[in-house]
């Protein structure tokens, strides 16, 4: 059964930085699109950020830009989302998520994943 950790979060400054994790076990891993979700309180599950299986699309929501960056180790079984520059906007719970099956043009929404982490917090302080 595929499971996915996330773990990184934490509070950190305005300007600041974190690298977040997601770990993948129970299947073949690099045959899997995995994307980045974020929801803050009160408010939708939103898209972040997504890499495909092989590593060889991957694709930033245009508030993080140039400040987050995915990218996948298939070696260790995990993708990381560097977040440089962050604002207390980017305070949300985020979640990684997998899917074997996705096609290219539903990977953005959340909906098509089938396979969830429990989320982990990133709190950015003013």
């Known amino acids: 059964q595929v499971q996915l950790v996330e773990s990184g979060g934490g509070l950190v400054q305005t300007g600041g930085s974190l690298r977040l994790s997601c770990t993948f076990s129970?299947?073949?891993?690099?045959?899997?699109?995995v994307g980045w979700f974020r929801q803050p309180i009160g408010k939708e599950r939103e898209f972040v950020a997504v890499?495909?299986?092989?590593?060889?699309?991957?694709y930033h929501e245009d508030s993080v830009k140039g400040r987050f960056t995915i990218s996948r180790d298939n070696a260790k079984n995990t993708v990381y989302l560097q977040m440089n520059s962050l604002k207390p906007e980017d305070t949300a719970i985020y979640y990684c998520?997998?899917?074997?099956?996705?096609?290219?043009?539903?990977?953005?929404?959340?909906?098509?994943?089938?396979?969830w982490g429990q989320g982990t917090q990133v709190t950015v302080s003013s």
């Open positions: 890499i495909r299986a092989n590593g060889g699309y991957l």
């Open positions: 129970g299947g073949p891993f690099s045959r899997y699109t």
């Open positions: 998520a997998a899917d074997r099956q996705i096609i290219l043009s539903s990977i953005y929404g959340a909906d098509n994943y089938g396979h």
